[in-house]
């Protein structure tokens, strides 16, 4: 598609689970961003991936949390052992390179712990 | 550490009427500055950019200045309609290369 896509728009999971949230981004766009919004919130950086570079993985909150991208294209965050504090929207942006200006973000992922 | 603020009280603007929102930061100077508009259950839609060494920019009824003295990237709407009515989030990238992002602000045009 032409944007960047997102699954699932809503998940409702109980305290204890993990899960798997995706995005799948736009062709040829190298740079690939997760971000966390609380309510009310600023977007708060979780990862990012270049390329073939590591990822910075300087913003995952803690251990639970961790972020694989495949072949350079369809990413996946995963929260092991969510907690209540895990809920919030989960967004993926996509930009041509790290540093560049503009980031297209998806629709984002609802999550909520219960 | 780096930050970005905004106003975080809704601003209430009469239709027609010029929106202006505030963006400052905080303990670094960022080369550049975006402004994006978020609709409830939707991403960020990026609007426009702003340098450094630019003073003001301009993109139909929008308008995002950038004072590096008062640390300060003001945006305007003029004519504001009701379907301008959402929340505008700043950002700014630091010296990692990612975008620290502002609470946003909710404008609401009344009609």
């Known amino acids: 598609g032409a944007g960047v896509s997102q699954s699932p728009s809503n998940k409702v999971t109980e305290k204890g689970k993990d899960v798997e949230l995706r995005c799948d981004p736009i062709?040829?766009?190298?740079?690939l961003y997760w971000y966390r919004q609380s309510l009310g919130q600023g977007l708060e950086f979780l990862i990012y991936?270049?390329?073939?570079?590591?990822?910075?993985k300087s913003g995952l909150p803690s251990d639970r949390f961790s972020a694989e991208r495949t072949g350079g294209s369809v990413s996946t965050l995963t929260i092991q052992r969510t907690q209540q504090e895990d809920s919030a929207v989960y967004l993926c942006?996509?930009?041509?390179?790290?540093?560049?200006?503009?980031?297209?973000f998806g629709p984002g992922t609802r999550l909520t712990v219960l | 550490s780096q930050k970005i603020e905004q106003n975080s009280e809704a601003l209430n603007i009469q239709e027609g009427k010029t929106a202006t929102l505030t963006c400052n930061y905080t303990?670094?100077?960022?080369?550049?500055l975006q402004w994006y508009r978020q609709d409830p259950g939707r991403g960020p839609v990026f609007l426009l950019l702003?340098?450094?060494n630019e003073k003001e920019k301009r993109k139909e009824r929008l308008k995002v200045t950038f004072d590096t003295t008062l640390k300060q990237s003001l945006f305007h709407i003029t004519a504001s309609q009701p379907a301008d009515s959402a929340t505008y989030l700043c950002?700014?990238?630091?010296?990692?290369?990612?975008?620290?992002w502002g609470a946003g602000t909710k404008l609401i045009i009344k009609p």
């Open positions: 950002a700014a990238m630091d010296s990692n290369y990612q975008l620290i």
């Open positions: 303990n670094y100077s960022p080369a550049y």
């Open positions: 702003i340098r450094e």
């Open positions: 062709s040829g766009h190298t740079a």
């Open positions: 991936f270049q390329g073939n570079s590591a990822p910075d």
């Open positions: 942006a996509n930009g041509l390179a790290v540093g560049t200006d503009t980031q297209y």
